[in-house]
């Protein structure tokens, strides 16, 4: 099935039903496949579960000679080429948890034209001796997924990624596809340019994923309200738990086992094998919950992910869309759920400025934070503000905490005056720095020990905040560190102004601000959807 050279659509069309026992194509699908097939180069941005893989595969399978396959995904190499065998497609894989036996056999089939499909990973290809194999067969195409990874502005930078510009050189006739699920206008743009894609036609398909419920919480005891979900709206779902760190995907992991919840962690911390079984109990079995740091997920292919809960805010906004697009790729209802709260802010912050890399990686995080925060702090509809920073517009959805319960915008310019004036206070009279518990403690006028051991009653500020709670101070403060009128400094949290605070307390500027809606405990849909 892979003689013809200049074969027809209707090939495509009869390979996706005889192989893949698909009717009919979706979406963009027909017309990728047609300009590979034709010995055009492609760029396509589909989202999760859009239907990449048929992309390349239908045409590999059409045109003479083996497609090549790039993927950094080495975990989920074993299960693409199982899969695809299953269906009578003859596939394999070069990567480096091969011995040597185990490389010469795919080599070997590669030479002798018995492959359809050859997977790599993109280290690979630094080794003469792969280049000097790839030479020796006859390649009907190169694919490049997770083609975001060449883009250095991106969140997922691989630095071999960026050799891939120099196939185009080497195998001029050979097509080359790229794909990704996720990419800005700039990082499309920066694909094209960094894979020598002159010519390549963009296929750039809807970002909306319509079936996912999406909402953003104020964190407040993350584990208990993580259980409250999942008791009230998905009992007894497979689902994803993201965490920022190891300790607290353990602990997470336990805490909902302790509840009866079945979860199992993931990390890149466990022992490997301990990982591919807890990965492929998560894939077979119903029902599981993962706890797990971003390292999991990519590529994972199970359609019934019921929910998706983020404890800690992902660090952009590509990031949060990647991870929360896990869910609900069979195109049933499922909820995309993050709890967020002041210290997420605090720590990132400081993991930006303690960062390696220049003053330019460092304000490139910086802004990826600052989108993540204004995702997070919107009262608009969340699909709609998701959507236009991947450049496409959408309406107010109906299906997002935002447009179920819309948030009330209010005029915060006074408190905001009032903490950066205590800030301000703080720092110039007395030369002092504080974190968030202390600035407010001063506003609302508690004469805590820390407050009397340093005088702090004594402030013309103090008590000058009653009338918001505790709480919603913390949220004044989070927004006006989402905004950037206030920073963090240093290893405590501690609040400092920043060049804009000067606006808002020279009453230049208003700031708007988000009163969370009050809500009944998690229940906050209107509708089963
Ligand atoms: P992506 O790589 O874009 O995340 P996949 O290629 O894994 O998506 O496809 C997602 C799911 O949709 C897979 O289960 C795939 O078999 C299925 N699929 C893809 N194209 C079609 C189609 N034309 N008709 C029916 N199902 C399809
Ligand atoms: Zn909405």
């Known amino acids: 099935m892979t003689e013809t050279a200049d074969a027809l659509p209707s090939e495509a069309l009869d390979v996706l039903r005889r192989v893949f026992g698909y009717d009919a194509f979706r979406g963009e699908q027909g017309d990728i496949i047609d300009t590979v097939i034709g010995g055009g180069d492609a760029l396509v941005l589909m989202p999760t579960g859009g239907g990449k893989s048929l992309c390349y595969q239908i045409p590999s399978l059409v045109r003479s000679g083996v497609g090549v396959v790039i993927s950094p995904l080495i975990a989920l190499m074993q299960d693409q080429v199982d899969a695809l065998t299953a269906l009578g497609v003859r596939a394999g894989f070069l990567n480096s948890t091969q011995d040597y036996e185990q490389r010469r056999e795919v080599e070997q089939a590669f030479l002798a034209g018995e492959l359809d499909l050859l997977y790599l990973a993109p280290e690979r290809l630094r080794v003469e001796a792969t280049v000097r194999l790839l030479d020796q067969g006859k390649i009907a195409l190169f694919a490049i997924d997770e083609a975001h990874c060449v883009s250095q502005w991106g969140h997922d930078f691989r630095p071999d990624y960026l050799m891939l510009s120099e196939l185009h050189e080497r195998w001029p006739d050979v097509p080359r596809i790229a794909l990704t699920a996720t990419a800005t206008e700039a990082t499309h743009q920066e694909i094209a340019t960094r894979l020598n894609l002159t010519d390549a036609k963009h296929f750039v398909a809807s970002f909306d994923r319509p079936n996912i419920h999406y909402r953003i919480v104020p964190k407040d005891n993350p584990q208990r309200q993580l259980i409250d979900l999942l008791r009230t709206e998905h009992p007894g779902d497979a689902g994803i738990v993201y965490c920022l760190s190891r300790n607290s995907v353990e602990k997470t992991a336990a805490f909902l086992t302790q509840n009866g919840i079945e979860a199992v962690p993931y990390h890149a911390g466990l022992d490997s094998r301990v990982r591919a079984r807890n990965q492929s109990r998560f894939l077979r079995e119903d029902g599981l919950v993962v706890v797990a740091t971003i390292a999991f997920g990519m590529g994972i292919d199970k359609p019934d992910v019921r929910f998706v809960a983020h404890l800690d805010l992902p660090k952009s906004v590509e990031g949060y869309y990647q991870e929360t697009g896990r869910a609900g790729r069979d195109g049933l209802p499922s909820t995309a759920w993050l709890a967020y ?189």
């Not at 400081?350 to 997070?376: F, N, P, Q, V, Y």
């Open 341 to 529: 709260g002041l210290q997420d802010v605090v720590q990132q912050r400081k993991m930006i400025d303690t960062s390696e890399g220049d003053l330019a990686h460092r304000r490139r995080l910086s802004a990826h934070l600052d989108a993540m925060l204004a995702l997070c702090e919107t009262v608009q509809c969340r699909r709609s503000q998701l959507l236009a920073y991947f450049g496409q517009h959408g309406d107010a959805c109906g299906n997002c905490d935002t447009c179920n319960t819309p948030p009330e915008s209010w005029d915060g310019t006074i408190p905001a005056q009032k903490l950066l004036s205590t800030v301000y206070r703080l720092q110039h009279e007395r030369g002092q720095k504080f974190g968030a518990g202390q600035l407010i403690d001063i506003l609302l006028g508690k004469e805590t020990d820390k407050v009397r051991q340093f005088r702090h009653h004594e402030l013309s500020v103090f008590g000058i905040g009653t009338e918001l709670k505790d709480t919603e101070w913390r949220g004044v403060i989070r927004q006006l560190l989402a905004l950037r009128l206030l920073t963090v400094e240093g290893d405590y949290g501690t609040l400092v102004l920043t060049e804009d605070s000067a606006e808002v307390l020279g009453r230049r500027r208003d700031v708007m601000m988000r009163r969370e809606p009050e809500r009944t405990k998690s229940k906050s849909r209107s509708s089963s959807g």
